[in-house]
């Protein structure tokens, strides 16, 4: 660590938290700058606006932290500007079904092969008729439906454990899921398709809702590294010292997220840049190099991996 520095989700005001001084400044922090700066050019692409609310999003925020192993983290840009998880949430769902009911009922209902398919494409694989992937939205769903309620709904779960990996409250932006579930007719039409394959222990309205909640969770980046590196950290949070995940769970859920986490754009991913990732229709990508650091930025929402590609290369 730098001078002055700490650990924990407060590090890098820049000043000490008692004194006021200036901190002497880390060159991460100058690094971080520099990709945020370096790809300020980037006007290309849109905002998803199949989500109505979405559509609305301020495409001009950018930011992009980073988590070292010993939980401190580096940010730069709108950090603490809050904007729904979506798909980046989707991997931690399926770490916490797998921590429920143990890795192979959970791979007796949803396999680990990339799809080479969009997101929300509408198919199950032809011979197993299981979800192709977890990361994919008829895995996710899927995967909802296998996280325990105890008493209560599965989402809240889901919520208490990204309370837990980022350390602070997360709640449902729930005008955001309203706005969704509007508009959600294919996310249940793979609901039912997969009710009727035999592959969906709930009714299919029931299931989408808590999918679509569990998306609309708001986060910032700052709480995404932070969450990233608890991968990369083994299951444990770096600054409770919570175990959330087995190693076991977290080794598996990593080789997913290399494999399948950028849908069609895969092996692109994985060659160019490297490391198991998730991305999220809201604006960003997330990322971990296992043992190192958790890594988030959220770019102009149309180009989800510029920001990545260029703290990368
Ligand atoms: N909630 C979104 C959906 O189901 C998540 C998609 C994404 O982030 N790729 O369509």
Same mark, same amino acid.
């Given at each position: ?6 650990? *924990? ?7 000490? %938290? ?26 290309? *692409? ?55 009911? *143990? ?26 008729? %299981? ?46 899921? &309203? ?55 083994? *299951? ?14 977290? %080794? ?5 997220? &290399? ?17 198991? &990732? ?14 190192? =650091? ?7 929402? =149309? ?11």
């Amino acid at each position: 660590m730098w001078p002055g520095e700490e650990s *924990g989700r407060d590090a890098h005001r820049g000043t000490d %938290r008692k004194t006021g001084e200036p901190l002497l400044r880390s060159p991460i922090l100058d690094y971080l700058d520099a990709i945020v700066e370096s790809t300020g050019h980037v006007v290309s *692409g849109a905002p998803a606006d199949y989500i109505p609310e979405l559509a609305a999003a301020d495409p001009d925020r950018v930011a992009v932290a980073l988590c070292t192993v010993n939980g401190t983290v580096y940010a730069s840009g709108d950090a603490d500007h809050e904007f729904s998880i979506q798909s980046m949430s989707k991997p931690f769902a399926y770490a916490l079904a797998i921590e429920d009911h *143990g890795l192979e009922y959970v791979l007796d209902r949803v396999g680990v092969e990339p799809s080479g398919e969009a997101f929300n494409e509408l198919s199950l694989d032809p011979e197993t008729g %299981r979800p192709r992937n977890p990361m994919i939205n008829a895995g996710a769903i899927a995967t909802h439906t296998l996280v325990r309620d105890d008493q209560r709904p599965a989402v809240d779960r889901v919520l208490d454990l990204f309370s837990d990996l980022a350390q602070r409250p997360v709640r449902i932006d729930e005008g955001l899921a &309203a706005s969704e579930l509007e508009t959600g007719d294919r996310n249940l039409g793979l609901a039912y398709l997969l009710h009727a394959s035999g592959r969906l222990g709930q009714d299919p309205a029931a299931a989408v809702a808590g999918y679509v909640r569990q998306c609309s969770a708001n986060v910032t980046v700052r709480d995404l590294a932070l969450m990233a590196c608890t991968l990369a950290n083994g *299951g444990v949070q770096p600054n409770t010292g919570q175990r959330l995940f087995s190693r076991r769970t977290t %080794r598996h859920l990593l080789s997913v997220m &290399a494999s399948c986490g950028m849908y069609d754009a895969a092996g692109d991913w994985l060659t160019s840049v490297g490391i198991p &990732a998730k991305s999220g229709v809201a604006g960003g990508s997330s990322g971990c190099s296992p043992a190192r =650091w958790g890594w988030r930025c959220s770019p102009r929402a =149309w180009t989800p991996t510029a920001t990545a590609r260029a703290a990368w290369s």
